[in-house]
């Protein structure tokens, strides 16, 4: 049976030192078993109750699932660019298409849709721990600022290099709402609830049971997010790590047959990962699919070997130091991978 290895229980401890409000949340899926445990600064708590946590930028694989269903329910071109969806937009000026927003080759700034002061604010309050922000969320907004910015910032028809953005992600989402009809905020709680069985994942933060911290322990609220807030494709969903490991699961057997879409590589990345559409590609090996996410105090990894299948997930309500929760989550899939390998190697 499989237990969580010395390194990875070392990276837990670490984590969770000093925090005196953490609920981190590590999770794994073997064998077609979940196993979920929970950790304070104190050692392991009764794994029974169920933490909602915000998972920040996980949330882009989620809109983009939504988007492989939509292609392949032929609703929506890969190809086409996003103004085919978004009629305000000008029709003669050139606008990113489907593939380059789900991939990170847009060519949006990562800084927007802030501007380069708010950007640096928002980075140094998030290293620094997120303390004045409380309960706000920096990141709002709505269409009329979405259209200023997509007219302000123009782009040329070329191949630009990868570069994170919050904002291409969540241009995206807004053309899925167009699609649906319906917004892209209750067309995503539909299609987490109704077609992925997803019942205690959801945009929002308003049924959570979880408060964030910062560093120096101070109480962060949760970050509000609303339908008006056209940023939420990029970050607004909330989630367990049950669920994430329903998603995961999903994933590996393929349940869904749209979602083998985003499991290929579909552009270039960083030097360590290529792009599927929305995932993170190992490039040594692209069976291996990450994702990490933050909000202003909380922390998110979800990682899967589509090939071993197995899965790992980290939750954290404190915005932790830099990678941590990674550094947990590969260390877990690691060791997952590996006695996956020890089984084959002593059955032959």
Known sequence: MFEINDETFRLIKKTCKGKKEIKLTVGYLIDNNTVIKIYDENGELDSSEKYHYEIGSITKIFTVSLLSKYLFENKMSINDPIQKY??????????????????????????????????????????????????????NMDFNKMKMLLEKNKLKEMDYSWKYSNFGLSLLGYGLGIVSGRGYWDTMNDFLHNELGLNDTYLGTSNNNLHGYDRKNNDCGNW?????????????????????LKYAKINIYEDKPYLSLCHKKHGNGTKKYDMGLGWWLLKKNNNVMLHGGGTGCFSSFLGIDKEKKVASVVLANYRLGRNDDEKIGISLLESLQKSKDDRISTIY
Do not use: Q, V
């Open 86 to 139: 978004i009629e305000e937009l000008k029709e003669d000026e050139y606008y990113p298409t489907l593939l380059r927003l789900a991939t990170h080759s847009s060519g949006y700034s990562a800084s927007l849709p802030l501007n380069k002061r708010e950007y640096s604010s928002l980075f140094l309050d998030l290293i620094m721990g997120a303390g004045n922000m409380n309960k706000n969320n920096p990141l």
């Open 224 to 244: 509000k997010w609303d339908k008006e807030n056209l940023i939420s494709p990029a970050g607004a969903i909330s989630s367990t790590a049950d669920d994430l």
